[in-house]
């Protein structure tokens, strides 16, 4: 019985490792020419009969609706201009031999501009923030892409790693969720 259960609880831990395998190969992340920085940004041209309002009220109902509390995300709201502009984060988690562990969080800026017919959003300046205890911030998330700039030493990029690669995917998400927000098709509805 002993055997047995030393045997599942390895089993488990092997497969959690292999299962964060992925997360420990260096992402290919979105560096901006200009700035030398992680940077996801884009043009998005839509039908041209979707105007500025409509965009505008669009994406800041989708702010409301990813963020627990788009009034403290978001930091600029412009509507004459067709811009919001905020600050959020990311919560990051790692793998400590089996048990999920916090890893601190990652936050980022958000702009989103609109204009008749399209739009433009930048998640930029991306930050690691430790829990004030046992995980230190770890700072800028560029420089953890460079292994020769390291707190840590070199040991430290395959943590770097998971933590990079959680951003990313939930960055990709955000931003999918962004575009189909957007993209809608308006709906003529009768009155309520």
Not at 51 to 68: G, P, V
Not at 73 to 89: C, H, L, W
Not at 173 to 190: G, V, Y
Request: hydrophobic residues 35%; positive net charge; aromatic residues 12%.
């Amino acid at each position: 019985m002993k055997n047995l259960i030393g045997f599942v609880i390895a089993f488990l831990m092997f497969n959690s490792l292999l299962a964060q395998k992925n997360n420990y190969e260096k992402p290919n992340l979105p560096i901006d020419m200009e700035t030398n920085t992680i940077t996801y940004t884009e043009v998005v041209v839509l039908d041209t009969t979707l105007k500025k309002d409509e965009l505008y009220s669009r994406a800041r109902e989708w702010f409301a609706k990813t963020y627990k509390s788009a009034n403290s995300v978001i930091q600029m709201d412009d509507k004459e201009e067709g811009k919001i502009v905020g600050r959020a984060s990311i919560p990051i988690t790692y793998n400590n031999i089996g048990i999920i562990a916090p890893g601190g969080s990652i936050s980022y800026n958000i702009s989103v501009y609109v204009k008749d017919g399209k739009y433009k959003y930048e998640f930029a300046n991306f930050q690691h923030q430790g829990d004030g205890n046992k995980i230190p911030s770890y700072g800028s998330c560029t420089k953890m892409l460079n292994t020769t700039d390291k707190y840590f030493g070199i040991g430290m990029q395959k943590t770097y790693n998971v933590y990079l690669n959680q951003m990313h995917t939930d960055i990709i998400e955000t931003i999918s969720s962004l575009k189909s927000t957007l993209a809608l098709k308006s709906i003529s509805t009768k009155e309520w």
